[in-house]
């Protein structure tokens, strides 16, 4: 049933994120406190990369400090010693986040380090930088929640964010457990709704929607996943901005290939955050059903963080499911590795 162990970890996520909201920081000495924080730059790839884009939906929903993810070699020219660089990485090892921390030191920006071990964790114990130390042993996008939490306890800890998560996190961790019971394998088919898209999506490009603001991420993180565990093209955008341009490839995306499917990332709030944006889903889903199917996926939960994580969570499954009905291994990464190695 599970042969490459991608589904017992995705089962395992909730008690992952309880651990990660818990992981003791190594304060150091190479970052002074005292120094007034402007922005905050999380720096990272791929699967040590989402944490950062969960870290920014927040900081864009509380403030006050503006949150860039940098998904490059190097860090913007206005990095300065006002700047917190946040350096993710799950092996420690990955170069584009080994030159990004050198430009943060270069900078002189005050550095935090979340990280398994390899090179940056060497670095940062070296550096005397701030550093946050996760298990390791598992595929970076299975760590989700060993690399975003402790990035939310030290942007707490130095008070970087104007909102307390301890109810938040709480909320998040019991829909996490619940989504676990209700889409774990053991619930059949016609009783799961993970399996059920699972299902529907099998030989089809899924091309998921967000409906504005965090859903883009999260569409984002659907299509990496869909990438990544599942080992098929996936496209993602995020409204209003595909009606302004994307919407107008559906009037003969059948021409291209005929087996495209919709996911629509929706949330209950987004009529009271912006019923415009109701109203656009609804008029965009009208257009694409005329050339393909279309499916929605609700976010649960009150707070930002449970919402977040629930549509995240829900892509777990789903593109695990998927990947075993291709009969594709979820945990092999073959072709990024060969590329590592051959770049080495
Ligand atoms: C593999 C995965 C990748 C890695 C990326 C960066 O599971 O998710 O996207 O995250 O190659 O490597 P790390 O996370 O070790 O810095």
Redesign the pocket.
Known sequence: RDPHGMLDLVLKFPAQCREAANITWHYGVGASEAVEIRRIVVT??????IGGDFLRCLADEYGPIPVLVNRDYHLPHWVNRNTLVIA???????EE?LQAIRDASRAEAQIAVV??G?KLADIAKQASYAYALVPGGQ?????TGY?FFPQLTYLAHRSLLRHQFEHDIEETLSILESLAKRLGPDVPTDQNPAKQLARALYGKIPVIYGSQGYRGVVAYRWK?QFN?NTKIAAFSNVLPEQNHNEILAWVQAQKQAPNWAVIFLRDPNERFENPRIVRRVEVTTELIRRVAPVYEVLAEGESLLARLFSLVYIADFVSVYLAYLYGVCP?D?SY?DYL?AELA
């Open positions: 990272g790839l791929g699967g040590s990369a993710a990485s799950y092996s420690g090892n990955t986040t990280t398994s390899g595929p970076p996008r299975s760590a690399m990496s990544e945990t990464i990024i590592k």
